[in-house]
RNA sequence: GAUUCCGUAGCUCAGCUGGUAGAGCAUAACACUUUUAAUGUUAGGGUCAUGGGUUCGAAUCCCAUCGGGAUCACCA
């Protein structure tokens, strides 16, 4: 690999360093006795906390000034101004440190530890004024610089999607939005978390790797096992398995789940993505739906203190409680037909005048979700439930209690986009098998989709399961809403890309 | 998978109807003891994604490949 002639010159200043008797990479940790965050909150306040701090960080702009400079370094809290005067950091005869050290050796990227009081310069600028500064890592790599401007404003921001996905360390350092939004992604896990355990639900573990990839309709990735000799599935869902702790005698189990599905990938879709799946015994779909409500309301107040969150030019609201609209109406309303009665042939009919492409394995639920897709869902921006699902296209959901037809299902749609799925679960053993074999003739019909049975998820079924009601919630599709990101790679520190060549 | 746009210095971008490349920042050198997109003077840095083709001549036009974005299909 050619180097650069900038990486040439870092390469020189590595070796002049150790001549110099100075390690470029030192093993011995560095005290740091405070932040940069720290610093600019409380130190007008508390003016002699900070007489003695040390402190450490990423320089991220150096400004000689002949015998002085001034440095901007980044820790993980912000950053912080730094002044370097040289009878400071060289107090005796010999100004090797800054003459040769500071001002030649040090780059942008150098990550240092300094040592020293925090004053005010005349500008106003809160600072350290470095009286001892070490060099902890020596950068061979140029950093892009991004400046600041006194308006706000960033000058030659990277952009580049590419360089921001591939290199997200590099987004990291330079991007200082791309960490909050890191960080609100796990505010939102704790917060699901901390719901969920207060109300004495057991987080727990299911396999990834599966010999039946159940749950969900979806197309999996296959692996192989050496030792076993047969094949493997990475998981689509984990909804079989949490049913199975159920029947188990657990009365309420979660998960947060990695699944993987062999599918397009898009701003709104990654190979391999965060589901959130809780199964609660002895309640049904509507007790879920309050459950729902409060959880997401609890994280709108947990990250933002109010439950207006910002979604590109719409305000959302999770104020409790949603709107809650059954599919048939919502079809009506909004395609102007009422699918409720009609036959497969009069929903082909249907979407044909309204124009929407359906494929000939689409049996009758996979239509009606079709014209849903093509005409209702956009209208949802503020939290609604959509309920009421023909049994179609629900093999794993519980027949309506009172609507023939229908199952006990909910999705909640929040700014267009489907955020999570719900169910009365089906328990009742005989008419689960009869759904997988309904889910094989479609199968048959070329769906690739379509559920394997799952002999072993049914015989657990048949000892027993209480009824039970079970929700999964998509984390990054949750993040990407709070945080107001338009897409998942957004939201991924690491999303899938081809690899690169070197 | 389909359509479409993009790929020029470490970074952000110019580059006209084809005449073998420019700027700012960054880098290097000098000056400067409170600056802040520091400043001033000077210098270096590019197989124009890759491979073909058209042409006297290609960053520019055409084709293919690689990578990325957007839209669509599939899906969450």
Request: aromatic content about 8%; some cysteine; overall charge negative.
């Amino acid at each position: 690999m050619e180097l650069s002639e900038q990486e040439l010159v870092r390469r020189n200043k590595l070796e002049e360093i150790k001549k110099l008797g100075i390690e470029p990479y030192p093993a011995a940790l560095f005290e740091v006795n405070a932040n940069s965050a720290d610093i600019l909150e409380h130190y007008e306040r508390d003016k002699l906390n900070y007489k003695n701090i040390s402190m450490a960080g990423r320089i991220m702009s150096l400004r000689q000034m002949g015998n002085a400079a001034f440095a901007e370094i980044q820790d993980a809290r912000g950053r912080m101004q730094i002044y370097v005067k040289r009878d400071e950091i060289c107090p005796g005869e010999d100004k090797t440190l800054f003459n040769s050290v500071f001002k030649k050796l040090l780059d942008i990227g150098d990550i240092i530890g300094v040592k020293g009081y925090v004053f005010t310069t005349n500008t106003g600028t809160i600072s350290v004024h470095v009286t001892s500064l070490t060099l902890l890592t020596k950068s061979v790599r140029p950093l892009p610089v991004v400046k600041v401007d006194s308006e706000g404003k960033a000058h030659d921001v990277v952009s580049d999607p590419e360089l921001r996905y591939r290199q997200r360390y590099v987004d990291l350092i330079i991007n200082p939005e791309v960490r909050n939004v890191f960080v609100q992604r796990t505010v939102i896990i704790n917060s699901m978390r901390n719901f969920l355990n207060e109300r004495g639900y057991l987080e727990v573990e299911t396999p990834i790797l599966q010999s039946i990839p159940g749950g969900a309709a979806a197309r999996p990735f296959v692996t192989h096992h050496n030792a076993l000799d047969i094949p493997l599935y990475l998981r689509i869902a984990n909804e079989l398995y949490l049913k199975r702790l159920i029947v188990g005698g657990f009365d309420a189990v979660y998960e947060f789940a990695k699944d993987f599905r062999n599918e397009g990938m898009d701003r709104t879709h990654n190979p391999e993505f965060t589901q959130m799946e809780l199964y609660v015994a002895y309640k049904d779909y509507e007790w879920m739906m309050s459950l729902v409500e409060e959880m997401l309301e609890k994280i709108a107040m947990d990250l933002y203190s109010t439950t207006k969150v910002a979604a590109g030019e719409n305000t959302l609201d999770f104020h409790r409680p949603f709107q809650r609209v059954r599919l048939f109406d919502a079809i009506k309303e909004h395609a102007g037909v009422d699918v409720s009665n009609m036959s497969e042939e009069e929903l082909r009919k249907t979407c044909k005048e309204l124009k929407i492409d359906v494929a000939p394995s689409m049996g009758k639920g996979k239509l009606i979700d079709e014209i849903f897709s093509a005409k209702a869902q956009h209208h949802y921006i503020q939290p609604t439930f959509i309920m009421d699902y023909p049994v179609e296209m629900s093999p794993l959901c519980k027949k309506h209690r009172t609507i023939p037809g229908l199952v006990e299902r909910f999705e909640l749609f929040i700014n267009g986009k489907e955020l999570c799925n719900a169910y009365s679960e089906l328990n009742d053993p005989l008419d689960q098998r009869a759904r997988f074999e309904d889910q094989m003739k479609l199968a048959e019909r070329g769906d690739d989709e379509a559920m394997t049975i799952d002999n072993d998820f049914l015989r657990a079924i048949e000892y027993g399961m209480p009824p039970t009601s079970g929700v999964g919630i998509g984390i990054d599709r949750l993040t990407m809403l709070m945080t107001n990101s338009s897409s998942i790679q957004d939201v991924l520190f690491f999303p899938q890309m081809r690899p690169e060549r070197f």
